[in-house]
């Protein structure tokens, strides 16, 4: 490999995981090129809410004037039950602090400014990765329309259905989040909240995120049991004991069945996150199911560490090791919490109503607790 290549980081991937890698790189002055299968982004219209932990991530990023100026602050958390009873609030700003409290705000926009002030010719469009081979000096893809590409590593920030995992280690068998078996998410009309708000009901659970413009974020998982299938429509059963502004926000959503996205709930587990010169970051390495909103803001910590290690080192041959041992605690931490509160989320009715005003909490604090701490 030529010297011109040889601290080049290839990067798959043009998401919310792939531009902070390589918006991670330039601040620390390593170039980089960035191959994303699309032609086009995808899901440019949908929202995602982002905790303290990736708030102070864009901080770091230089973004954080810049996340102010789009979407909406996240100040409190509502819980309430099937039947609108509210079991417990969380106030965000309390606990994060004003500088980095909580943000929701369209995945469009997130990827925007993460590609602010950048130049856009280190990203190529509808560039597939067709194979992968490595090297004692690096990583050399091969593009589906035939062309090469070699850098000193490669990172697959490629998502749950990662092309570059599936080189490294097979088709390993995705797992199923304990949470429930189907999700879907759409943007709605702002039907009054003013808060992150839940509604858990027996194998069903909607959320609403107010966003900005008059629109809300919305989510809706449902457990087979209630009757979950690939159809949205599907669902309306699971939700009929619920509040009416749910049940009419749920039908207001239905009646546009090409704007809702279904969001099949699919974890990755995996007991390496790559080989020598290949290194898998974000929902390639780790995807958990969205109980804390960990996606974005686990693969924005994952892109600060990586770029700080290979900026400090000439000899990028142990990075990657080095890159998954700082990261994995984080990420079994966010894994444990996330199955504890989907037990508690399967419990009757009953109990978990009995129980979600003390443990809901506590479960709150001692997941978010260890992610104030900064990353880097």
Known sequence: MDTQHSRRVLIAGGGIAGLAVRRALHQRGLPSLTLERRSVQADAGLAINLPGNAVRALSQLGLLDALRETGSPVRRREYRTERGRLLFTVDEDAFWGSETGPHCLRRVDLQRLLQRDLSRDDIRQGAGIASVRQDPQGAHVELEDGA?????????????????????????????????????????PNPGVEAWTLWAGAGALFLLIPVDRGEAYGWVSVSTDRGGSADPAATRGAFAAFPRLVRD????????????????????????????????????????????????????????????????????????????????????????????????????????????????????????????????
């Open 148 to 188: 090469t590409e070699a850098g000193g590593l490669l990172v697959g920030a490629d998502g749950v259905h990662s092309t570059v995992r599936r080189s490294l280690f097979g088709d390993q068998v995705l797992g199923a989040a304990m949470l429930a078996s189907q999700s879907w998410r759409f943007m709605t």
């Open 249 to 376: 926000t749920l039908d207001a959503a239905l009646a546009r069945p090409d704007a809702i996205y279904h969001s099949p709930l699919e974890e990755v587990r995996i007991p390496a996150w790559g080989r020598d010169r290949v290194v898998l970051l974000g929902d390639a390495a780790h995807a958990t199911a969205p109980v804390w909103a960990q996606g974005a803001a686990l693969a924005l910590e994952d892109a600060l560490v990586l770029a700080r290690l290979l900026a400090e080192r000439s000899d990028w041959n142990d990075a990657g090791a080095e890159y998954e041992r700082l990261r994995r605690p984080r990420v079994e931490h966010v894994q444990r919490m996330t199955d504890r509160l989907s037990r508690t989320a399967r419990l009757p009715d009953w109990a978990r109503n009995l129980l979600l005003p003390v443990v809901g909490p506590r479960s709150y604090r001692a997941t978010y607790d260890p992610l104030r701490m900064p990353a880097i």
